[in-house]
């Protein structure tokens, strides 16, 4: 049976103020009026039953998501007691999805992207597992055609098709890190590359024996935690073994190095909303080029960002290219062009004790 | 006897989002713990009591004023009706003053002004009591040195020296209307030109008796307004008078067109507070030319002026000259060489029903 594996640990700052340690980009409805993470348990509805769902989270978040999901069975909830990316946060899912169903196929996703549409997804994600059902060691990715030549996404290069019954699948050629400008440029117009997205689908047993295989000692210790599964101290095991896990990366682990990878191209629209300006591109500009998600008056005003909740006024004079983003505890404003620097921004807060704002 | 007379009227829009139509710039504390009207009555400490102290406002702003001047007899907060300038505002205030003494001496002063110190203010203020006490039908202007070339003031030119006893007073030669940039640079230079700051020293009867004499129309119905105080229907003669006198400023109604003027330097620091720059000159700025009256942090942030109420974060990115207010219905997000536009802003919110905000 298919099973939805969602990462909701991510904790970024891009979005700050208004994504917070605690509130983070997921939880958030940045686009439409449910937040990411019930769009990404939603965008499954009809495919994969709520029993069937878990969602991988920390400490800080799993009251929240408990809240915004309440569908889902409470031990579908797993907590990682420390931030050890994507490669045991996989396997940790992988073991107790294994657990409830020994023929587990998983889709893993993160809790924070938007796509469009359900339909459209859900018909990408039947080509996958068609794929990997068939070739059970099969690990399968989506792949977005790219439509920008973005410097900030990983590109897999496609090789010899894959014959699907829907949609398309090829072999991966290679896996391309972020490139520079004019590389980027270069794979866009090639057409044969695709953005990583960070959407998997394979069998839980499959990437149990990858992982087994590239990183005995990581997978050792996720060993010990399923084998705790139950027994009544699972989560001394958990707290004790899972920090000890080597911090890489699913790509690092094993796509880049195992064999008999597939792509399949997305046949949805995605965005992984990686910044304000990406609001832009999923709200629309009006034709002074502002998005604004707020009550705002302007003079003078273009190419900005705006952003503030309900009946917060912003009144802007001679601003361009801004970012302005309210909150009842803080207010940032900041040159669009800046964006990154949010994330040093933050780290000064943590470092002047502004714990409050974090 | 000496009466300060404080014109309160003021609602403009330089400080909104922060001064409000029901709280004006005289109500809010800018520069200091006190409000700027609350600076203006203490300023007179040791030098007029309460009892001789008169404020003029509007019905808008009266309860905030007595509820911040406690110690103001209540009779002595007087109401126009509708807003008609400084000429007919002085001349209720006239009335008033020599209703309670004959032989009263106004020191009439706008609400809203920064001066410093109060022993320098009161120095100045007994230079020009002595004058208009030696010479009962003089008109006395407080006039301030100018320290920079500006365009935003009214100048007056000093003629012959007029012996006092302490400090320095002049025949006025001649007043000059707000000038250009190379003409006030002019005025600068020359050393024989004044600040027109809006402070007045002269007997209630005299002013009176000017306005009888070059706007006798309106002077007419102020006495109107003068025989019914007392009565038991006062206020309904001050409501069907008061709007129907010439909207006109003392300036233009008599100080430009009489005789006997004199005009008394300065001795203290003056500042129209004109505006959110202005704070700059007060508060001072940091390293980055910033003045900072918020909790902020900030990343490439320079010659900017940032405000917020306690507690509400302030975060900048790559932000230059600009003005940033927060308060907690409304933050204003400008460059500060538009804060003209101020004005048209809060215009607009006017047109679009936003009236909450005004």
Known sequence: MLHAVIMAGGSGTRFWPLSRKRVPKQLLNLVGDETMIQ?????????????????????????????????????????????????????????????????????????????????????GVATAVELVEKQPDRLALIGVPPTFPSTGFGYIEQAEPIPVSSGRAFEVGSFREKPDRSTAQRYLQAGTF?????????????????????????????????????????????????????????????????????????????DDLGSWQALQRLHGEDENGNTIIALHVGIDTADCVIHSEKNHLIATIGIKNCVIVHTPDATLVADKNDENAIAKLVEQLRQRGLQDYL
């Open 194 to 270: 695709f953005w990583n997205c960070g959407i998997f689908i394979w069998k839980a047993e499959t990437i149990l024996e990858a992982l087994r295989q590239h990183e005995p000692e990581l997978i050792e210790r996720i060993e010990k935690i399923a084998s705790a599964i139950g027994s009544g101290h699972d989560r001394q095991v958990l707290e004790k073994e899972f920090p000890l896990c080597l911090s890489i990366s699913i790509d690092y682990a094993v796509l880049e190095r195992a064999q008999r990878i597939a792509v399949v191209q997305a046949p949805f629209q995605w």
């Open 39 to 123: 769009q990404t348990v939603n965008r499954c509805d009809g495919l994969i039953d709520p029993s069937r769902t878990w969602v991988v989270t920390n400490e800080e978040q799993v009251s929240a998501i408990r809240e915004q999901l309440p569908n889902l069975p409470a031990q579908n909830v797993l907590v990682e007691p420390a931030a050890r990316n994507t490669a045991p946060c996989i396997a940790l899912a992988a073991v107790h999805v294994l657990k409830n169903d020994p023929d587990a196929c998983m889709l893993v996703m993160p809790a924070d992207h938007v796509i469009s549409t359900r339909e459209d997804f859900q018909q």
